[in-house]
């Protein structure tokens, strides 16, 4: 075994950032039974109440693959601090680790961070390659997703997101996940509010990583319309949510509108990738 300390640490943090070291444990149905149908969530929520008067929980065991693990297929998600899985993970480091090698200037953001583990990573690979000169951003509600406002973008008209209080996690809650990985400092940069309030005059200069994981059409287009002129040729554009047809139809649109032609790259299921042309 001849891995250096580097990338046994970064390998080390994305199994425990995705919590694949440990058998998944199973979910609380007080906290995630969005998907039951109302007779059995009812049912449920009394024995559940019953059942928390004795210090229990109900609980659901889950069967999940090895596969469905490695990428990132746990829906809804349970213990990890990110939900994108390993194979997405790697691609992170592949991306940061190229900008940093290449010389692309420019700092990092994510566009829907949920608890931060994915943010936590590209910080922990610039810590890793001691890179002090680069910024992680997370833009992020804290609060959820935006409902949709279909008069707008009629591409969200049946989205449901907003309605999954799972999504919804508080920047405090996010820090903390960065303490817990003596992660938090002065490289690490909060944007709170809905993308389409924040986005178009946040303090962001040149982008070399642009991660989308907003789930929605107007949540990905409007990362898109602000953020992807600030992505330097060599930099990376990553969208996580490519199999949700929101997330698609938008990024296909703002691709054919500007007309980006660079290869679409598959990571898993879900994840894609290009690189911005050098001029
Ligand atoms: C699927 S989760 C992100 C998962 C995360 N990237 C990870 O590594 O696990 C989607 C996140 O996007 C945020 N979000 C989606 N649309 C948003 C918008 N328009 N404005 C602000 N936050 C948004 C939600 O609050 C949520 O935290």
Redesign the pocket.
Known sequence: MKSKPEQLYLNLLKKT?AFTLWPEPPIDLGKYNYSLNPIKRSVFSLIGFILRRSRFTLCEKRALTETERLE?KIWP?GY?????GIK?LENIQDCVETVIREKVEGDFI??????????I?MRAILAAHQVDNRKVFL????????EPDPDKWPGDADDK?FAYDF???SQEEVENNFRKYDLLDDQVVFIK???????PNAPIGKLSIL?L????Y???M??LENLYPKLTPGGFCII??FSLDGAKAAVQDYRRTHGIDEKIENIDWTGVYWRKARL
């Open positions: 950032l990132g998600p990890g601090d990110t939900m994108i997405r994510e566009t829907g961070v949920w608890r931060g583990g994915a943010c990573f833009a992020d509600s804290f609060e959820g997703l935006p997101h999504l919804a996690v509010g809905f993308f389409k309030d924040t986005l991660r994981d907003g789930d929605m107007e949540s990905t409007v990362a996580d949510d």
